[in-house]
């Protein structure tokens, strides 16, 4: 059985802790150290009322004690889901919980995030345009011409590209030309340019 809270109760006290009653348990002798709450209802409520026991009878104490003493299923069934968020209220991940919006950016997946320093800005993001990401004149911005592709693409998608030009303006298939030649030379440097953006 789960112990609700008993690893608390044989904490020693503080260096300046002064005992001022012996023990609880009936026939001790022995200083009252260690606290114990009453009830689960103490506890709840914060009252200040505690069993005081020595290190023996305060380990007894807790190996029998039982936060859920003289609960019905239903009301630990519900104790028990309330303490997977530590007894606070939780939302569904993306509903609005009462804070202001601020610099929240929207994700891949729909949802907000908080960014007030942009650290999460992506210059390469796909709702930048071309032109911004890669000026026409950049070796990327030709590399993506060459292999006929559009930014962004998976390797996957830039390997299966690169096969088919290859394949298709392959010098053996053209009889050998210059043209044949000086076009793998460009599809060869245009897919390591690329392969580095994926």
Known sequence: MFRKFSQW????????????DVCEHPGCQDEGVYRAPKSRYHLESGVDDWHW???????????KWNYYTNMSEAEIEKERRADVTWQRPSWPLGS?????KGNAQSTQF??????????FNDPLSSSTPLTERFPPQSAQAKALVTLELSYPFSQNALRQQYKALVKKHH??????????????????????????LV
């Open 9 to 20: 109760f044989d904490t020693p006290p503080g260096k300046n802790f002064v005992s001022k």
């Open 53 to 63: 026991f020595c290190l023996i009878h305060i380990r007894d104490y807790n190996a």
């Open 96 to 100: 609005a919980s009462g804070s202001e």
């Open 110 to 119: 729909g949802e907000s995030v908080q960014d007030p320093f942009g650290l």
């Open 171 to 196: 010098p053996d298939t053209h009889g050998g030309t210059p043209e044949a030649v000086e076009a793998l030379k460009c599809i060869n440097e245009a897919y390591e340019i690329l392969k580095r």
